[in-house]
Every structure is written in C-alpha cells, then in structure tokens.
C-alpha cells in the first residue's frame, strides 16, 4: 500500500510559478513509476508528467519546456516546478504512483496504482 499526500496548490497570475510536493509513504520499493495527472472542470483526467525508477522523465507536450517533474533521493517526495503558468493550466493537480513492473510511465491512459486526493491551482489571466 502507497499514500500519497499532495499540497502547494493555490492561486496564481498568468505567467507566475508554482511548486507542488506530492509525501510518500508505505511500501515505495514497489513503485515503478510516479506522476502528476491534471482535471480540470467538465474535463477527464490526464497525465502529464512523470519520472520512472530511474530517473527518467517525460511530458506531455502541452507542459513540456514549462513544467519539471523531479523527487528527493529517498524518493519519499514528488515535485512538480510549474512556471510560465497559463489560464488553461487551471485544475485538480493529483500525485500518482504506479507499482506495476510492466507500466509504461508515460502511458498516462493506463495507469492503476495509488492516487493522492488533490491539490487546486487556479491560474487567473
């Protein structure tokens, strides 16, 4: 079993940055991949960013360039640095851990696993 525990969300200009962490705890030997995963109203869920066991990242192009996935050694921690925030990036922000060792991390639309209960960031124009 995994918890995930998310803050950092808020209120922000259009332009302005955000950092959301995303706490950890439980049985993280088991994680084959971590992420962030976005809804925003009258929308379905979608991932946009994650990091593998390894280390290695990927981004959905609509973040990519502005926003950076990274966690702690420990790996007890998820971050997500989001700068040059827009309007439409305005949404339920979820941390995510996926433990399946056959998970494709950026398969964003098949991932199962552990969900965090969410964090808002609204992003005014």
């Known amino acids: 079993q995994v918890y995930l525990v998310e803050s950092g969300g808020g209120s922000v200009q259009g332009g302005g940055s955000l950092r959301l962490s995303c706490a950890a705890s439980?049985?993280?030997?088991?994680?084959?991949?971590m992420g962030w995963f976005r809804q925003a109203p009258g929308k379905e869920r979608e991932g946009i960013a994650a990091?593998?066991?390894?280390?290695?990242?990927h981004y959905v192009d609509s973040v990519k360039g502005r926003f950076t996935i990274s966690r702690d050694a420990l790996k007890k921690n998820l971050y997500l640095q989001m700068d040059s925030l827009k309007p439409e990036d305005t949404a339920m922000y979820y941390c995510?851990?996926?433990?399946?060792?056959?998970?494709?991390?950026?398969?964003?639309?098949?991932?199962?696993?552990?969900w965090g209960q969410g964090t808002q960031v609204f992003v005014s124009s």
């Open positions: 995510a851990a996926d433990p399946r060792p056959d998970a494709q991390c950026s398969d964003y639309a098949n991932w199962a696993g552990y």
């Open positions: 439980g049985s993280l030997y088991e994680i084959k991949c």
């Open positions: 990091i593998d066991y390894l280390g290695s990242a």
